[in-house]
Protein backbone atom coordinates (compact mmCIF):
# COMPACT_ATOMS: atom_id res chain seq x y z
CA UNK A 1 0.00 0.00 0.00
CA UNK A 2 2.82 2.38 1.09
CA UNK A 3 4.55 1.65 -2.40
CA UNK A 4 1.43 2.39 -4.24
CA UNK A 5 1.36 5.94 -2.42
CA UNK A 6 4.71 7.04 -3.06
CA UNK A 7 4.45 6.21 -6.46
CA UNK A 8 1.50 8.53 -6.76
CA UNK A 9 2.37 11.40 -5.23
CA UNK A 10 5.87 11.12 -6.82
CA UNK A 11 4.89 10.87 -10.09
CA UNK A 12 2.58 14.07 -9.51
CA UNK A 13 5.36 15.69 -8.17
CA UNK A 14 7.96 15.59 -11.10
CA UNK A 15 4.97 16.06 -13.59
CA UNK A 16 3.81 19.00 -11.85
CA UNK A 17 7.69 20.25 -11.33
CA UNK A 18 7.59 19.80 -15.75
CA UNK A 19 4.60 21.63 -16.18
CA UNK A 20 6.01 24.27 -13.83
CA UNK A 21 9.24 24.74 -15.91
CA UNK A 22 7.25 26.09 -18.69
CA UNK A 23 5.35 28.86 -17.18
CA UNK A 24 7.70 31.07 -15.10
CA UNK A 25 7.25 33.95 -17.58
CA UNK A 26 4.26 34.58 -15.51
CA UNK A 27 5.45 34.60 -12.12
CA UNK A 28 4.06 37.36 -9.96
CA UNK A 29 3.44 37.86 -6.15
CA UNK A 30 0.37 40.43 -5.27
CA UNK A 31 0.62 41.37 -1.23
CA UNK A 32 -2.63 42.93 -0.06
CA UNK A 33 -1.73 45.30 2.81
CA UNK A 34 -4.99 47.65 4.27
CA UNK A 35 -6.96 47.39 1.50
CA UNK A 36 -4.24 48.46 -0.93
CA UNK A 37 -2.23 45.76 -3.35
CA UNK A 38 1.36 45.63 -4.38
CA UNK A 39 2.60 43.37 -7.20
CA UNK A 40 6.13 41.46 -7.43
CA UNK A 41 7.26 39.63 -9.88
CA UNK A 42 10.09 37.09 -10.67
CA UNK A 43 11.62 34.14 -8.60
CA UNK A 44 12.29 36.06 -5.58
CA UNK A 45 8.63 37.70 -5.49
CA UNK A 46 8.02 36.34 -2.62
CA UNK A 47 10.99 37.22 -0.54
CA UNK A 48 10.03 41.12 -1.28
CA UNK A 49 6.36 40.50 -0.74
CA UNK A 50 6.88 38.89 2.55
CA UNK A 51 9.79 41.72 3.78
CA UNK A 52 7.25 44.34 3.28
CA UNK A 53 4.38 42.34 4.44
CA UNK A 54 3.20 43.09 8.56
CA UNK A 55 0.76 40.90 10.71
CA UNK A 56 -2.45 40.18 9.21
CA UNK A 57 -1.85 40.93 5.42
CA UNK A 58 -2.53 38.77 2.69
CA UNK A 59 0.12 37.31 0.27
CA UNK A 60 -1.14 35.92 -2.88
CA UNK A 61 1.65 33.71 -5.64
CA UNK A 62 0.86 32.84 -9.15
CA UNK A 63 1.90 29.15 -10.28
CA UNK A 64 5.68 28.86 -10.95
CA UNK A 65 8.47 28.44 -8.61
CA UNK A 66 9.78 30.86 -6.00
CA UNK A 67 12.63 31.66 -3.70
CA UNK A 68 11.58 30.34 -0.13
CA UNK A 69 12.77 32.55 3.24
CA UNK A 70 11.86 32.95 6.91
CA UNK A 71 8.68 33.32 7.85
CA UNK A 72 8.41 35.56 11.04
CA UNK A 73 5.17 37.37 10.11
CA UNK A 74 1.23 36.14 10.94
CA UNK A 75 0.12 36.56 7.14
CA UNK A 76 -1.69 33.99 5.59
CA UNK A 77 0.14 33.01 2.38
CA UNK A 78 -1.91 31.66 -0.59
CA UNK A 79 -0.37 29.80 -3.87
CA UNK A 80 -2.21 27.95 -6.59
CA UNK A 81 -3.01 24.75 -5.02
CA UNK A 82 -1.73 20.67 -5.73
CA UNK A 83 -4.91 19.65 -6.95
CA UNK A 84 -4.37 17.28 -9.67
CA UNK A 85 -5.52 18.56 -13.22
CA UNK A 86 -8.59 17.51 -14.48
CA UNK A 87 -9.65 16.05 -17.75
CA UNK A 88 -7.61 18.71 -20.79
CA UNK A 89 -7.27 21.13 -18.10
CA UNK A 90 -3.87 22.81 -17.46
CA UNK A 91 -3.17 23.12 -13.49
CA UNK A 92 0.43 24.61 -12.16
CA UNK A 93 1.32 24.65 -8.52
CA UNK A 94 3.12 27.18 -6.47
CA UNK A 95 6.11 25.41 -5.58
CA UNK A 96 8.44 27.25 -3.02
CA UNK A 97 12.44 26.28 -3.08
CA UNK A 98 14.34 26.23 -0.36
CA UNK A 99 14.94 25.46 3.17
CA UNK A 100 13.10 28.35 5.27
CA UNK A 101 12.08 28.87 9.28
CA UNK A 102 8.97 29.15 10.84
CA UNK A 103 9.78 31.72 13.81
CA UNK A 104 6.42 34.03 14.84
CA UNK A 105 3.93 34.49 17.69
CA UNK A 106 1.18 36.64 18.00
CA UNK A 107 1.51 40.51 18.62
CA UNK A 108 -0.39 43.79 19.80
CA UNK A 109 -2.38 44.15 16.39
CA UNK A 110 -2.68 40.56 15.19
CA UNK A 111 -4.21 37.42 17.44
CA UNK A 112 -0.77 34.94 15.68
CA UNK A 113 -2.27 33.25 13.05
CA UNK A 114 -0.59 32.13 10.10
CA UNK A 115 -2.50 29.99 7.46
CA UNK A 116 -0.13 28.31 4.33
CA UNK A 117 -2.52 27.66 1.86
CA UNK A 118 -2.00 25.71 -1.97
CA UNK A 119 1.71 25.52 -1.57
CA UNK A 120 4.64 23.03 -2.32
CA UNK A 121 7.50 22.81 -0.80
CA UNK A 122 10.80 20.21 -2.21
CA UNK A 123 13.09 20.97 1.01
CA UNK A 124 13.07 20.94 4.73
CA UNK A 125 10.63 23.66 7.25
CA UNK A 126 12.28 24.37 10.58
CA UNK A 127 9.42 25.02 13.11
CA UNK A 128 10.65 27.35 16.16
CA UNK A 129 7.50 29.21 16.88
CA UNK A 130 4.10 30.09 16.33
CA UNK A 131 0.99 30.62 18.38
CA UNK A 132 -2.00 29.00 15.41
CA UNK A 133 -0.49 27.19 12.35
CA UNK A 134 -2.21 26.05 9.33
CA UNK A 135 -1.51 24.54 6.47
CA UNK A 136 -4.16 23.82 3.88
CA UNK A 137 -3.84 22.22 0.37
CA UNK A 138 -0.14 22.06 0.80
CA UNK A 139 2.50 19.19 -0.04
CA UNK A 140 5.61 19.35 1.90
CA UNK A 141 8.93 17.46 1.82
CA UNK A 142 10.09 17.77 5.35
CA UNK A 143 9.11 19.75 8.24
CA UNK A 144 10.68 19.52 11.48
CA UNK A 145 10.00 20.52 15.12
CA UNK A 146 13.71 20.69 16.88
CA UNK A 147 14.03 20.60 20.66
CA UNK A 148 13.21 24.52 21.10
CA UNK A 149 10.23 24.41 19.88
CA UNK A 150 8.33 24.94 22.59
CA UNK A 151 6.16 27.93 22.01
CA UNK A 152 4.36 26.29 19.07
CA UNK A 153 0.47 25.98 20.67
CA UNK A 154 -1.82 24.68 17.72
CA UNK A 155 -0.72 23.29 13.87
CA UNK A 156 -3.70 22.24 11.71
CA UNK A 157 -3.36 20.21 8.28
CA UNK A 158 -6.05 20.12 6.26
CA UNK A 159 -5.71 18.11 3.02
CA UNK A 160 -1.90 18.09 2.92
CA UNK A 161 0.70 15.73 1.83
CA UNK A 162 3.91 15.23 3.97
CA UNK A 163 6.69 13.38 2.98
CA UNK A 164 8.17 13.44 6.41
CA UNK A 165 7.24 15.04 10.05
CA UNK A 166 9.81 15.18 12.35
CA UNK A 167 8.32 16.02 16.22
CA UNK A 168 10.81 14.45 18.01
CA UNK A 169 11.37 17.48 19.39
CA UNK A 170 9.22 20.61 20.68
CA UNK A 171 5.64 20.21 22.31
CA UNK A 172 2.24 20.91 21.36
CA UNK A 173 -0.87 20.12 19.57
CA UNK A 174 -1.53 18.96 15.68
CA UNK A 175 -4.47 18.02 13.87
CA UNK A 176 -4.49 16.70 10.45
CA UNK A 177 -8.25 16.19 8.40
CA UNK A 178 -8.07 14.40 5.16
CA UNK A 179 -4.40 13.83 4.80
CA UNK A 180 -1.32 11.35 3.86
CA UNK A 181 1.78 11.26 6.41
CA UNK A 182 4.33 8.76 4.36
CA UNK A 183 6.93 9.02 7.66
CA UNK A 184 6.09 10.25 11.00
CA UNK A 185 8.87 10.63 13.92
CA UNK A 186 8.03 11.66 16.97
CA UNK A 187 8.59 12.17 20.81
CA UNK A 188 9.14 8.93 22.96
CA UNK A 189 9.54 10.93 26.05
CA UNK A 190 6.11 12.08 27.83
CA UNK A 191 7.78 14.79 28.90
CA UNK A 192 7.95 16.47 25.12
CA UNK A 193 4.69 15.05 24.18
CA UNK A 194 2.64 16.14 21.35
CA UNK A 195 -1.66 15.48 21.04
CA UNK A 196 -1.91 14.29 17.56
CA UNK A 197 -5.67 14.23 16.12
CA UNK A 198 -6.19 12.43 12.94
CA UNK A 199 -9.75 12.39 10.91
CA UNK A 200 -9.35 10.86 7.55
CA UNK A 201 -5.68 10.15 7.30
CA UNK A 202 -3.47 7.29 6.28
CA UNK A 203 -0.26 7.89 8.27
CA UNK A 204 2.74 5.63 8.62
CA UNK A 205 5.42 5.51 11.64
CA UNK A 206 7.70 3.94 13.26
CA UNK A 207 6.70 4.71 16.79
CA UNK A 208 3.92 4.30 18.77
CA UNK A 209 1.71 7.44 18.93
CA UNK A 210 0.36 8.33 22.49
CA UNK A 211 -2.24 10.79 23.43
CA UNK A 212 -3.98 10.34 19.89
CA UNK A 213 -7.46 10.67 18.79
CA UNK A 214 -8.15 9.08 15.70
CA UNK A 215 -11.44 9.17 13.17
CA UNK A 216 -11.84 6.97 9.80
CA UNK A 217 -7.98 6.69 9.96
CA UNK A 218 -5.17 4.55 9.08
CA UNK A 219 -2.10 4.62 11.65
CA UNK A 220 0.35 1.87 9.78
CA UNK A 221 3.22 0.85 11.98
CA UNK A 222 6.68 0.14 10.34
CA UNK A 223 9.88 -1.69 12.05
Known sequence: MRNSFHSFFTLLFFASMGICA??????????????TISNYYSGNAFVEALGAAEDGDVITLSSGIFNATDITKNVTVRGAGISVPEMNVTVTPTILTGNFKINCQSSETNPGTLTIEGIQHNETINLLAADNLNFMKCRFNSIYANYSSDIIKDISFLHCIITELDTSGGTGSISFVNSVISTLFKSCGYEREWTYDFSNCNVYTSSSINKCNMKNSIIIMEK
Do not use: C, F, R
Not at 22 to 35: E, M, R
Open 22 to 35: SAQSAQIVTLLHDG
